[in-house]
């Protein structure tokens, strides 16, 4: 794992998008893992940038969302595949077919489930995911108890992320959907590079878990000890709880300069 504290969210969010940069650069017809949430925002706002202003281009991509709300229609404006294209790729040129997610409203959730991994198999698996933490120390909507082995599934929220969720539902909790259809843990550590994003104080402690903790269930994040490619971005507030944090200072300031993330 390669842990960067940086001064600012923002300098985060340009490392992001450096890496998501390179990996448009490197691979023929990248696949782009998206996350939702307040986290990614300021990557993808930096993404769309390059796109305007400098011409990083979409077009080879494809890119699949990690999670969907279970409950909530096609069209709700929360809906996360309304999110993700509100937010990040309506202003990119991203191929219309390109976009995939989870169908939350689908009918038969376990086909729907079963068909979103294949899709990610056949489309030659991820090659960049970005993730946020929930507060709770979830990645994707897999909540603590969630099998380290698990395979995109219909989840249930806990409480405490739809408390934190319900900022996007009017602060009513009661439109928080209860559900969701995620890619598992086991999905998620098939991407070929994880990039994961933690900014502010009430991250402190789940990053801690997952980062330098045990590798637990109950800390869905901390599976990602076991992948061979991560990169944590995290901004100071986030790093607070960090015991080795002058180590990951150390390291990024020495990093030679041929390594790349
Ligand atoms: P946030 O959510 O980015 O809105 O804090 C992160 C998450 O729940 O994964």
Request: net charge negative; proline share 5%; glycine share 6%.
């Amino acid at each position: 794992m390669e842990i960067v504290i940086t001064e600012t969210p923002e300098i985060a969010a340009i490392l992001a998008a450096d890496i998501f940069e390179h990996a448009l650069a490197a691979v023929e017809a990248p696949v782009l893992g998206l996350a939702t949430g307040s986290t990614p925002l300021a990557t993808y706002r930096e993404l769309i940038r390059r796109h305007v202003e400098c011409g990083l281009s979409f077009v080879n991509a494809r890119a699949f969302l990690l999670d969907e709300y279970v409950g909530l229609p096609r069209d709700h404006p929360e809906a996360y595949r309304r999110f993700i294209a509100r937010e990040f790729t309506d202003h990119i040129d991203l191929p219309a077919t390109g976009l995939h997610s989870p169908d939350g409203a689908a009918d038969a959730i376990t086909r729907a489930a079963n068909d979103y991994e294949r899709e990610i198999v056949d489309a030659g698996g991820v090659d960049v995911q970005i993730l946020g933490i929930g507060s709770d120390g979830h990645i994707g909507f897999n909540e603590p108890s969630s099998s380290l082995g698990s395979r995109t599934r219909l989840t249930t929220l806990t409480s405490r992320t739809r408390i934190d969720n319900a900022r996007f539902f009017d602060d009513d909790l009661d439109q928080v959907p209860r559900h969701s259809l995620t890619q598992g843990i086991g999905t998620i550590l098939e991407a070929r590079h994880i990039v994961l994003l933690a900014f502010g104080e009430s991250k402190a402690r789940p990053l801690a878990h997952a980062v330098e903790g045990p590798i637990t269930a109950m800390v869905p994040a901390s599976a990602l000890q076991l992948h061979p490619h991560v990169t944590v971005l995290v901004d100071e507030a986030a790093a607070t709880k960090l015991s080795n944090a002058d180590y990951y200072r150390e390291t990024f300031e020495h990093k030679p300069h041929w390594q790349t993330f």
